[in-house]
């Protein structure tokens, strides 16, 4: 059943954004995509993730967000990039001090402002990278936070965190892009800052085995 | 006891952030503190806040926080600010969509960047202007999604949410403050944009009340 709802997605311009964005589309909300420049090496992101809210005809916002503090080696390009070790035990350097808390805070903002039903954000919680904040747990307490924290709390109406992603693999979650159209050739995923994928970084990596485990070519691979 | 810790005070220029950094300094907390300009009509409370933070020796970063999405009179200096109907039961224009979610959001990061063990924030759920996000209930299901969001989950650093003042009426804020030898003349209320204070607005009435119920004379009247 289509919905007439309204949302915000949180886009990136990875494979995981873009997908929970065409995931939104075919669930037949209004979308409005949020994307954030926040100072990351990989700013080439942001052109695809332009270029596919333009493909799929979804309006967008850019919001430059500032973490002048660091604390992270994708925010310095002069800083060495963790290679070839993901999906391990400890926090990867990569992780950026609570990003996901204030990507999601400033999607609620927007979604409150212009009373949109939900926010999409693509997390996912089995071939991710280790950041805390992609798990289920800290989505369902942010939720509460958030119903505890803005108008719903007075007013009723509630704004919803949906994760469709949550629980699939890279290789499910390219098999559902694959289904609903996305056009992986413009997405991007690499961490290192290059006009090229660097094939090294975890985020490299991870997308390499996914499109491996689903039988697939990467159309970014030559 | 004196603590040699560390924290980020978040700090608007007004009395209740003002008070909580005096609070923490007195605590003995080696302090950041974290100054947003988000667009907000009284402009005015930043210089305030600056001026304040150097007095008290404090370093601090200012940073711009964007809302592109609008949603408050306060961040349109056009709309009419609410008059004389402070402490009611719905929730004023002046309300900022996901405001303080924001910005302890951005609080808690740059605790994260430097290793800071608490975030401080004045909110207060007596004296207020009925905002959902000042609220105990709010601030304690933000604690639980920090400490799963945040390296803690993993890495067991936690990093408490510390709201000094939440139980306390603008009376005895005004009351801690002259203690702690908060220089009131600095700080900075009024919502309007002006430059000086309306004395109409909720912000303006809810510190003259304060001011009027501690039988102090708010060195801002003329």
Redesign the interface.
């Known amino acids: 059943m289509k919905s007439s709802k309204k949302a915000v997605v949180l886009l990136s311009g990875g494979i995981d954004s873009v997908t929970s964005m065409f995931y939104a589309l075919n669930k037949g909300f209004k979308l409005n995509a949020l994307i954030f420049d926040y100072g990351q090496r990989h700013k080439r992101e942001l052109a695809s993730a332009r270029k596919i809210a333009g493909i799929a005809g979804v309006s967008y916002?850019v919001?430059?967000?500032?973490?002048?503090?660091?604390?992270s080696v994708l925010l310095d390009k002069k800083s060495k990039l963790p290679h070839g070790r993901f999906m391990r035990?400890?926090?990867p350097s990569t992780?950026?001090?609570?990003?996901?808390?204030?990507f999601?805070?400033?999607g609620?903002?927007?979604a409150?402002?212009?009373s949109a039903d939900e926010v999409f954000i693509g997390v996912n919680a089995v071939d991710y990278s280790?950041y805390?904040?992609c798990?289920p747990?800290?989505i369902k307490?942010?939720q509460?936070?958030?119903?505890?924290?803005?108008?719903?709390?007075?007013?009723g109406k509630k704004i919803k965190i949906s994760v469709p992603l949550i629980n699939l693999s890279k290789k499910e979650i390219i098999e559902l892009g694959l289904k609903l159209g996305v056009p992986f050739k413009d997405t991007w995923s690499c961490y290192s800052g290059g006009a090229n994928p660097c094939n090294r970084c975890d985020s490299c990596l991870i997308r390499r085995k996914g499109f491996q485990d689903a039988g697939i070519k990467d159309p970014l691979d030559r």
């Open positions: 916002k919001v430059k967000v500032n973490f002048p503090w660091g604390g035990k400890t926090i992780y950026v001090p609570g990003r996901n808390i204030i999601l805070s400033l609620i903002s927007y409150e402002a212009i280790g805390p904040d798990r747990d800290f307490a942010f509460k936070a958030v119903d505890l924290g803005i108008k719903s709390v007075v007013e």
